[in-house]
């Protein structure tokens, strides 16, 4: 089974224990301690149902979720949604990036490094260098969790620091708010591309 079919079968049956509802705790609590972030343009990976893109809208961002399940995409845009900024979703896979694609100002990471098979974190590094503008900014919750038979499959803040230094250069790190059944399990990560 593909991974587009592996995911698109989950939304389709619903099957989701990861989508809780809302965003990312840790997500909304920077967002709020952060108003004078400058706005722009902001990629979400693995959106799923867009409750993060619509955080980022609220706060006068561009959101753009991408998710490789079309039924995904096609829930999540049917979520009423009104803010300071704009959010759509779309069908893309993050990983496979257009050849020149429009860069983003920000990209933001959530459940989707954990998600993906450990082999294919090196293509990750390399599709944000894609996405990502000089000088925009990754905001990064990882899952801090030892399982190898994922997804989720978990990482460590070591091997996330190897795995981004020197093309990012990492402003601040710390634990985040978390949902329940997450509380210290997550670091949250916010790196600036080197130009």
Known sequence: MSERDYWENHY??????????????GLVDFLADQP???????????CGLGHDARAWAQYGFEATGMDIAPTAVSKASQIPFQGLGSCHFMDQDFLNPPHHPTPFE???????????NPSMREAYHQSLL?????????LAVHYLIDEPD??????????VLTRFNPSFELLAQWTPRSYPNRTGLE???WWRRSS
């Not at 389709?12 to 705790?25: F, M, V, Y």
């Not at 920000?106 to 998600?115: G, I, L, M, R």
């Not at 997804?151 to 091997?159: I, L, N």
């Open 12 to 25: 389709e049956i619903g099957e989701t224990p990861w989508d809780k509802g809302e965003p990312s705790p």
């Open 130 to 138: 894609k996405w990502l503008a000089p000088g925009g900014h990754f």
């Open 187 to 189: 670091r949250m990560f």
């Open 36 to 46: 004078d972030l400058p706005k722009g343009r902001v990629c979400i990976p693995g």
């Open 150 to 159: 994922g997804p989720p499959f978990g990482t460590t803040p070591e091997e």
């Open 106 to 116: 920000w990209v933001f990471e959530h459940t989707f490094y954990c998600a993906i």
